[in-house]
Structure formats: C-alpha cells, structure tokens
C-alpha cells in the first residue's frame, strides 16, 4: 500500500510540474486556462468591422513641399512655386487620441504659390506630381482584419486673383484616379470652402483657411455609378470609367469651379499647404 501511495505521489509531483512548465511557456500563471480567468484578461486590438472614431491616425499627403511634388496644370496653364508661408496648425486633441498632421517640421518647406489661369470653362483642374500614399489602412485582428479607406481630405488654402481674374471662384473638389484599362476608375468630391471663401494669405486661425471635402466612398465601390455619380462635370478626369475605387495609389487632382466660364486672360494664384487624409 505504501508503494503505491509513493508512485501515485510521485506521479502527482510529477503532473504538477509539467503542467506548471506548461503555463510558463504559454505566458500563464501555475494552473492558468488559456482565455481563462486563471491567465488575466485578454487583450485584442479591435474586431471585423469599422475601426472606432478617432483610433486611426491621419495619413499626411502634401506638407507644402515643391520638391517632393508639385501642381501642375491639367486644362490650363499653371506654374508652382515654393512659399516659405506655413499655414496654421489644426486644433490638436486629447493626448489618447490621433492629431492631425503639424505643418513646419524640419523638411517641411512652406507651401505651394500656384499662379495659373483661366481655361474658357467653368473648371481650372490642377494636377499633383507628388506620390499619393496608400489611402487604405487595415483594422482588425491578424488573421480576421479587414481593410477601409481613410474618409475625408482636408487641406488649407488661400486664393488670390490677379487684376484680371479668371471669375468668381464657387467651390473646390478633390478627385482620386488611378487604375487601368477595366481597373481604371476616377471618383471627384466636393469640399467645403471656408466661411466667407478662402482668405487671401493664411492666418493664425486655422479655421480660416480650412478646406474640408465629402468622405470618400468606401471602397471597393465602381466609379461613376447611379451610387457614386461625379455631378460636379464637365471636366473629368478619366471620364467614363467604372473600376471599383481601391485608392492604394491614385492620383490626385483639385479641381476649382467657377461660377462662370473662367476667363482665359485672368489668372490667380491658389496657396495650398497640409494637405491630409483622416478617417
């Protein structure tokens, strides 16, 4: 009898070791169940579907910088030209959460002066040569994520006409396009100017010359559907494509509408500077 006890306590003595062993190579207390209460809390980083509000930190595209990447004219001629002008920094927010991007770092140049004019259309489109980043970011855990698109453009801006000016300006778009062939796809959204339109220099106020567009469509939607129609015409960029918007790397045009055709001898220099995508 005495043996056997041993044995059974040997074996015991044994079990409790392993299983001991076991907990600390799986990062669990002695007798811990994995995902048990015995192992603490469990932590993830959020689930399938939409990342909460203000957990994804915004995506800088254009500090201000010729060199990285200049304006060019898409329909009409214009000329960019580095300013050492900054436009103000947006209000910041709680210290847990994203801030939007701060103009000014050290590689940061100023901003763009883009003298350009008018074309006889309502339309005066500017094309951006620098790279867009991916505008899409993955949510999710490893495994189970999903991926979305940052949702609104924002940009700071300042307008100034020459002594003859191309027309009232009326409103600002941003439009995304890339792709090819069946791929290819093109999706415009109107922003909303400042109130009492752009200023003609920037400020310290950064609301002044604040220029926030729609939210994007979340991708993969197809471009120029009854669900996603471009009513901001006449001048597409890719008219007449229907590729389904995947912005990984598009290109990115502004598109400014007069209130009438713009008049070729006019001309007037748009300033654009931080320019950023944010969920």
């Known amino acids: 009898m005495r043996s056997h006890i041993s044995r059974v306590s040997i074996a015991g003595a044994l079990l409790f070791a392993l299983g001991a062993c076991s907990d600390a190579t799986n990062g669990l207390p002695p007798n811990g169940a994995p995902n048990g209460s015995g192992g603490g809390p469990v932590v993830t980083t959020g689930g399938v579907g939409t990342a909460p509000a203000n957990t994804v930190a915004p995506k800088l595209i254009d500090d201000g910088t010729v060199a990285k990447g200049k304006y060019a004219g898409f329909n009409a001629p214009a000329t960019d ?10 209000a910041t927010k709680a210290p847990t959460l994203p801030n939007p991007p701060s103009p000014g770092s050290a590689t940061d140049a100023g901003s763009h002066a883009i003298a350009f004019s008018g074309n006889g259309s309502t339309q005066v489109i500017l094309a951006y040569g620098g790279t867009v980043p991916n505008l899409t970011y993955s949510f999710g855990n490893a495994g189970n994520n999903v991926f979305s698109n940052y949702g609104t453009i ?5 307008y100034v006409a020459g002594a003859t000016t191309p027309g009232t300006l009326a409103s600002i778009a941003v439009e995304l396009a890339g792709g090819t062939g069946a791929a290819a796809y093109d999706v415009r959204v109107p922003c909303t100017l400042p109130t009492g339109g752009l200023p003609a220099a920037f400020g310290t106020t950064a609301s002044a010359s604040l220029v926030t567009c729609t939210p994007l469509p979340v991708y993969p ?26 912005p990984m790397a598009p290109k990115l045009y502004l598109v400014l509408t007069y209130a009438a055709p713009s008049v070729q001898a006019g001309t007037a220099t748009l300033s654009i ?3 950023y995508a944010r969920q």
């Open 81 to 90: 030209t580095q300013s050492p002008l900054q436009s103000p920094a947006d």
């Open 221 to 246: 939607i197809a471009g120029f559907t009854t669900t996603n129609p471009n009513t901001l015409g006449p001048n597409a960029v890719s008219p007449g494509v229907t590729g389904q918007f995947t």
């Open 273 to 275: 500077d931080d320019l």
């Open 154 to 158: 924002a940009l700071h801006a300042a």
